[in-house]
């Protein structure tokens, strides 16, 4: 079953395919979150293939109700964004996989034949980056945020919001002017896809940035 948030998009991944009908089968699809939850109870799919940036809900909080509701069927996500960050949260929602919407369609069809038997399906060269970036979480090479590509002084500047310090309470803290904690923090937000400081706070707790 096919969730995404755009028409056309639903449309074009349905005939990619259907050039292989004698191995996967699309069974219904759905535009939004209320949509999917109604079909899945209906028609009980092996397999969600669904988009994680939805108009009404995140696809990660669908994974979630997915999962809860109708453990049977499998969740696979099928993004544009080639990022960690999204990639660790599908596999703590739950997600059999986590693929990117540039992939061909006989690898797409086997990706999901995997996901049937079980197996966590990833997109080849995110995949990669995720060991490598548990495996130096590990050795402590990393520091609180640095799996969401922020710099130390990034990670020091978050860590001062979180505590709730202001911009300027900052600057003086770090000795450097508040132009620079404002140049900062664009950056903070645009690397954690926040849009505002209550928003990046919110993330960073979510994510367990700082304990």
């Known amino acids: 079953m096919l969730v995404d948030g755009h028409e056309m998009v639903l449309a074009g991944v349905k005939a990619m395919l259907a050039q292989f009908d004698a191995r996967v089968r699309v069974v219904g699809a759905a535009f939004g979150a209320d949509q999917a939850l109604r079909v899945v109870t209906a028609l009980n799919p092996d397999i969600v293939l669904c988009d994680v940036r939805l108009q009404d809900v995140s696809g990660l909080d669908l994974c979630q109700t997915l999962r809860r509701h109708h453990p049977q069927s499998k969740v696979v996500l099928l993004s544009v964004y080639d990022n960690e960050r999204y990639l660790f949260q599908a596999l703590r929602a739950g997600a059999s996989g986590y693929l990117l919407k540039k ?23 995110l995949a990669s980056r995720a060991v490598d970036t548990a495996a ?69 707790l979510r994510e367990g940035i700082f304990l």
């Open 103 to 125: 992939i061909k369609a006989d690898e797409l069809v086997h990706q999901l034949e995997l996901a049937l038997t079980g197996v966590i399906v990833i997109d080849a060269g």
């Open 136 to 204: 130096r979480l590990q050795r402590d090479e990393f520091w609180p945020g640095a799996r969401h590509g922020l710099t130390r002084r990034e990670s020091e500047v978050l860590s001062l919001v979180v505590r709730g310090l202001s911009n300027r309470g900052i600057a003086e803290w770090l000795v450097v002017s508040e132009q620079t904690i404002k140049t900062h923090l664009r950056t903070i937000y645009r690397k954690l896809g926040s849009k505002d400081r209550s928003n990046a706070i919110a993330t960073a």
